[in-house]
């Protein structure tokens, strides 16, 4: 883990492999942080290191004095002393300047109208905020490299507020770092994990983080990829990001690296407060213990003074009413009062963004065997067991005296008001301390968390599949890419009915005890049947379950019409495939069948006939859809006896 100051700017912590891998090559992490803030940036990233013979390698550009420097709403506008070699999308840091609402810790150069001046109108931070300033002519610009000047690389950088979107850069050969999301603008693209940690076990002493995302690089001789899943899910790998028209060098070695970075003019406090005083009004005077170096042009935001009645946290970025010395301002900070009160910070805000402390005060603090605890202005919120933070600006409640005890601190434990913390690093520790009442800050440090770190060289295997003479020639090979679910794909020809997709290739026949619906086209495929146990089905028209019959108790003694068979219903039909008939009547008559009320099929039957007609139909007779068949006598007084076979269908 490697934890960053809050207290310091321009400062970089870089951690790399001392083994060197060849491309291919996939390393993976799970990465998380305790926080995001704008002013920093976390790096996990494959860089050549320069050190093969004849190696040109990259370094710092000297910063470049500014001439005029002017911002209106959210376009800033800068003019150096001399050319500053910029490109467009390239980050710039920029300080010095008198107002610090133009200190900008990082941001991307927009457009380079001449080689002594660009514009920029956002960042890590996203668009910059809208202020309308200057000219003023101080400060200078400084080159933020985000590859950390490697000539060869792929970098995934965390920055920025967000905990789920980060940047991409690609570098080859010394050239441009080729970065994700706006070229002119804001680099970071969103993703599908959060770099946020899973507290597993809230309990005093248990420092139990998990990351959420497992994030990877792997770069190939085509092509660089920045992939990502959830932690111990069943989620599959996702493709982040991928970069192929500019790639690192496969001919060089590569060492991973781990890289943390304050920019130049992060936001971070000035000074401790010795004290605050008001008389009689909304004005603070505030007494710093070192020279605080404010100016009426800078903005700040004040917290951790212990009478939070009178002296409330100052959230808001405000600009300094005057400057007496150089060891005190006045700022409007709250309602008017006449108190008096010690501790906490001020923190001059650059660019207009800053990592807030926590929002509770210090109020007491207590030591015993090195373990601390402090008692907070209401319940502590925003910090887990195991967080790194830093106690600053505690002083005693009632002369104003330093306690001796800011310095850094892993938290032990939380419950309520009381924050119990364990001294790391530096901070300091000895005798026991009784109650002491106070005032002071708490401000949060951000902890780059590795996890687990997996590196995996490779080799890849290419097989063509070539056709034998006469083919047809598609590029002499035949990639086939399959993706998730087979549902996704669509299977045609002589397999899929009408336009269903994903059927797979049926061996057999097809189980049913219903007809299947009736094609749409010509040429549709059509399944052999069979029973529900499997039986084919190979009697003509129908399968057994759609048969009908009919066999009526009397005759057929008059004109008027008898159903045969019912309609069936929207879109089905029905069939006779034979029919039985016999006249025991002394006169001959006419036998009709009829689709409802037409007459579809006649016949004449003799007088007095012994023996039934037994009639197959070789093309069935037919209603039309959801209609009734119906039979009918044409002689009144008629004896016909009538038995007809059938199926239902579409």
Known sequence: ????????????????????????????????????????????????????????????????????????????????????????????????????RLNYSCLTVATTPTPTSFTAIAGPQGTIPAVTAGPFTSGSVSKADPLGYARNGSSLIFEGTTATSESYYVRSEGGDALP?????????????????????????????????????????????????????????????????????????????????????????????????????????????????????????????????????????????????????????????????????????????????????????????????????SAAWSGLQIGQYLNLHGARDAVSGADLGIDGSYRVRDVASTALVLEPIGAAPSGADIGTTNCGGAVLPRTDFRFHFIRVMEFTRLITESIG????????????????????????????????????????????????????????????????MIGALVNKPFSIPEADWSYAPAGTIANTADIVIAAAAGAGIRRYITSIQLINTNAVATEFVVKDGSTVIWRIWLPANMTTPWDIDFPTPLRSSANAALNAAAITSGASIYLDAQGYTAP
């Open 1 to 100: 883990m490697i934890s960053k100051d809050p207290l310091t700017e321009a400062t970089e912590t870089i951690i790399e492999t001392l083994d060197r891998f060849v491309v291919p090559v996939r390393v993976a992490a799970g990465i998380s942080l305790s926080q995001r803030i704008n002013g920093q940036e976390f790096a996990f990233e494959l860089v050549s290191t320069d050190d093969w013979p004849g190696a040109i390698p990259l370094t710092p550009a000297i910063p470049v004095a500014i001439a005029s420097i002017s911002q209106a709403t959210t376009t800033l506008s800068v003019t150096t002393t001399a050319p500053h070699v910029l490109k467009i999308g390239e980050k710039v840091s920029i300080g010095g300047v008198s107002d610090s």
């Open 180 to 376: 994700s999301g706006t070229i002119a603008g804001n680099h970071a693209a969103a993703f599908s994990v959060s770099t946020a940690a899973t507290q597993l076990v809230n309990a005093a002493g248990a420092y139990a983080f998990a990351p959420q995302g497992l994030f990877e690089i792997m770069p190939q001789l085509e092509k660089v990829t920045f992939s990502g899943s959830p932690i111990d899910s069943a989620g599959a790998i996702s493709a982040m990001f991928k970069r192929s028209q500019v790639v690192p060098n496969p001919a060089r070695d590569y060492k991973l690296r781990l890289r943390s970075k304050n920019h130049r003019s992060l936001s971070r406090p000035v000074g401790k407060i010795v004290s605050a005083a008001k008389a009689g009004s909304a004005t603070a005077t505030i007494t710093f213990d070192q020279p605080h170096g404010l100016t009426v042009a800078d903005f700040v935001t004040v917290y951790g003074i212990r009478d939070q009645v009178n002296f409330t946290n100052l959230a808001t970025p405000t600009a300094v009413a005057s400057v007496p010395n150089a060891m005190t301002i006045t700022i409007v900070l709250g309602a008017s009062a006449t108190a008096t009160s010690y501790g906490g910070v001020v923190i001059r805000v650059n660019g207009g963004v800053f990592g807030a402390p926590i929002g509770q005060v210090a109020q007491s603090i207590a030591r015993s065997a090195n373990v601390l605890t402090v008692t907070g």
């Open 468 to 531: 034998g003479f006469g083919r047809v020639d598609q590029m002499d090979a035949a990639p086939v890419l399959v993706t998730n679910a087979v549902s996704a794909v669509t299977v045609t020809g002589g397999v899929a009915q009408d336009a269903a997709a994903g059927n797979p290739v049926g061996i057999g026949a097809r189980a049913a005890n219903a007809n299947q619906a009736a094609m749409s086209a010509t040429g549709d495929l059509v399944h052999l049947m069979a029973t």
